[in-house]
């Protein structure tokens, strides 16, 4: 008689390291623990991010975001061509989590009243320092997992790094940082600088409470369509609002108090007098009719008409006053 294990799907099996579960678990993708799942099931073969991505049905940036992770983790080693940077993807700080510092400074730009501020280079987490906060709070991982979903890809290990830091730097909630994060990826942002910089500026603001960022969001939001209805209707469709256009725009509708039908009409005038567009010159035509309390279509036709009579009335007074000298020296002349 003969005996066997039915061993079945175990007769073909390799390691992971324990380090994989013990660290990273938490911390980790999804896509990018799948991708070394098919890393270590080819162990010893060298396997390029095209094929990772083509037996994942990823595009090869976002298998090569994945793997970076663990190549940053030192899990894995790039042959080759580095599949990142590692001056861009650098953590030399020496300090804890709780001690960083990102030094700026604010100052006041004169010509439009507006607060600039300038940041330094700050420090970075080390992979350690994110792999003992993600350990110690389970809140970082929900964080990372909830914010690929939304940018829709594998974080990179700098994408990681900078959430990580918002986070437990600034003491925000994951609630805030993802509010925050949504807005920037439905402005068509899907890169985590742009992200990052809005967060900082909020915070210096003090907008650092949910509450506070949610009428932040929904304000910036609601002015954000409306320089996108006004780009459209002063046909520029080639280029993004510089800031001084932005502040215009911004005081016509809060400090002038009109709508996009009277900022259609002031840029006809402006077109019919200038030849050109002129947010200057727009700008004058909706303070006036403000100090008016002209703010409606209606109202501005009014306007133009009395103005037209009044023109009409000035000139007949003039040829009155005229032919009044003329006869007055007519009169004299007839005398003598």
Known sequence: ????????????????????VDKHIKL????????????LRNNGKSISSTEIASQLGLSESDAQD??????GAGILSAENAPIFSAQEHSYTSQTTASTRVAESKTTVDQSTGQKVTTHSSRSHLTREDIIELSQTDSNVAVLLREAEGC??????????????YLYSYYNLSIEYLLLVLHYTVNMGKRGLRSFEKLVVSMVEDDIDSYAKAEQFIKR??????????????????DRNLTARE???????FSIYHQELPMIKLAFEKTVDNTGKLSFPYMDKILQSWDQKKIHTIEQAKNEKNESSQKQIADRNTSYDIDELEQLI???LVGEK
Request: aromatic fraction near 12%; charged fraction near 15%; proline fraction near 6%.
């Open 28 to 39: 980790c993708s999804t896509t990018a623990l799948r991708a070394l799942l098919i890393l």
């Open 1 to 20: 008689m003969i005996y066997s294990i039915p061993i079945g799907p175990w007769g073909s099996i390799f390691a992971v390291p324990t380090e994989v």
């Open 329 to 331: 020296t007519k009169s």
């Open 151 to 164: 940018i829709g890809k594998p974080l990179s290990p700098m994408e990681t790094e900078v959430l990580v």
């Open 246 to 252: 932005q502040n215009y725009i911004e005081g016509w």
């Open 66 to 71: 994945a793997l970076n992770y663990w190549v």
């Open 220 to 237: 910036k939001s609601s002015f954000d369509e409306k320089c996108k209805l006004v780009k459209n209707a002063l046909g520029i469709f």
